[in-house]
C-alpha cells in the first residue's frame, strides 16, 4: 500500500512538472500569459515566505520576540544588498540561533 | 562549462534543502515508515514540501486518494514553473525535458530561471542539468541521514530546521524585489497568503499566488516605473 501511495504521488508529480515541458512543444504562449509567467516566482515564494515569518505559530506576531521575522528580515536585507545568498543564509542563521537561545 | 556552473549556482540550495531532507527522514521514520518507503519516496517524488505533507497524513491514517489528491494541489506550482522554462527548452531533446521535468524543485527552479533570464538559455540543458544532480544527490543523502538518525534525535523540529526553507526563500526573493511591478506582487502576494492562511490543501497559496501575479502584471501595463 505505501508503495502504491509512492507511485501515485511519482506519477502525478511528473505529469505536472513536464506538463508543458514535455508537452508544451507545439503550445505558443500568448504575450500576456509569458508576461504572467514572470511574476510566478516572486509571487509564490513570497506567498510561502510571508506568512512563515509574521505568523509562524498561526497568529500574527510583529514583535522583536519573533525569531522567524528576524531572521527572514536579516535574510532578505542582506541578499538584497550583497545578493549573496550564501551570506545571507549564513548571518540570518545565526540571528535566529541567537534568539532562540535567549528564549 | 555550464555543468559545473549549474551546480556551483545551486550550493545555496543544496544547504537551505539539507534540513528539509533530515527532517523529513527523521518525521517519516518516526511515522513508522519502512526505511526503503522513506528513501522510495525521495527517490521516486523528488518533490520536498509534499513528501512532508504525504508523511504526516500516512500518519494520520488518511485514505490514498487524499494523498494523491493532496500531492496534485501541494504540486500544482510545479505547472507554472515548467510552463516558464519551456521557451528555453524548446530546443532541449525530448529525453533531456523528461529528465529535467521529473527534477524540477523550488530550487532549481529558482536558480535556473534566474540564470536563463540573466545569461540566456543557450544549452540551457546542460546547466539545468547541473542543478538538478545537485538538488537529486543532496536531497537523497540528507534523507539516508535523517532516516538513520532519526530514532536518536527526536526533537529535530526545536533546532530551527523550519526556519531553513524560510530563510532560503527571502534571500532568492529579495534581490528580485528593486523592480516595482515585482514588488508589488510580492506584496500583493503577501497580503492574500497572511489573510487566508490556514486554508485546505494549501489553496491560500495558490490564490496568493494567483493575486500576486495579477498585480505584477497590473502595475506592468499602467507603466509603473520600473
Not at chain 1, 509562524?56 to 536585507?77: D, K, M
Not at chain 2, 532541449?92 to 538559455?121: C, S
Amino acid at each position: 500500500m505505501i508503495w502504491l501511495t509512492i507511485g501515485g504521488m511519482a506519477i502525478l508529480t511528473l505529469a505536472i512538472r513536464s506538463s508543458f515541458l514535455v508537452f508544451g512543444q507545439t503550445l505558443q504562449f500568448p504575450a500576456w500569459l509569458e508576461r504572467a509567467l514572470h511574476y510566478v516566482p516572486v509571487a509564490v515564494l513570497t506567498a510561502l515566505v510571508l506568512p512563515m515569518a509574521l505568523a509562524p505559530q498561526g497568529r500574527i506576531e510583529l514583535s522583536a520576540g519573533n525569531p522567524y521575522l528576524l531572521g527572514a528580515l536579516v535574510s532578505s536585507l542582506v541578499a538584497f544588498y550583497t545578493r549573496n545568498t550564501l551570506l545571507a543564509l549564513l548571518l540570518s542563521f545565526m540571528v535566529y540561533a541567537a534568539l532562540r537561545a535567549l528564549q | 562549462m555550464l555543468l559545473v556552473s549549474g551546480v556551483r549556482d545551486t550550493v545555496p540550495m543544496m544547504v537551505g534543502a539539507a534540513p528539509f531532507g533530515l527532517i523529513y527522514g527523521a518525521l517519516a521514520v518516526a511515522h513508522g515508515m519502512p526505511l526503503a518507503a522513506v528513501l522510495g519516496m525521495s527517490l521516486l517524488v523528488f518533490a520536498g514540501s509534499s513528501q512532508f505533507i504525504a508523511v504526516s497524513l500516512i500518519g494520520a491514517g488518511a485514505g490514498i486518494v487524499v494523498i494523491w489528491l493532496t500531492t496534485l494541489v501541494v504540486n500544482l506550482r510545479h505547472a507554472l514553473y515548467s510552463a516558464t522554462l519551456l521557451p528555453y527548452a524548446r530546443s532541449w531533446p525530448l529525453r533531456w525535458r523528461w529528465l529535467l521535468a521529473f527534477g524540477l524543485t523550488d530550487e532549481t527552479f529558482a536558480v535556473t530561471e534566474h540564470h536563463f533570464r540573466v545569461h540566456g538559455g543557450l544549452n540551457g540543458h546542460w546547466f539545468q542539468l547541473g542543478s538538478t544532480l545537485a538538488m537529486y544527490l543532496n536531497w537523497l543523502l540528507w534523507t539516508l541521514i535523517g532516516a538513520t538518525l532519526g530514532h536518536a534525535l527526536p526533537q529535530l523540529g526545536h533546532w530551527g530546521l523550519d526556519f531553513a526553507m524560510l530563510a532560503t526563500f527571502s534571500a532568492i526573493v529579495a534581490p528580485q524585489l528593486r523592480r516595482w511591478p515585482y514588488l508589488l506582487a510580492a506584496l500583493a502576494a503577501g497580503s492574500v497568503a497572511l489573510a487566508a492562511r490556514g486554508l485546505p490543501y494549501k489553496l491560500d497559496l495558490m490564490l496568493a499566488s494567483l493575486v500576486g501575479v495579477l498585480a505584477g502584471m497590473l502595475a506592468e501595463s499602467r507603466g509603473v516605473r520600473a
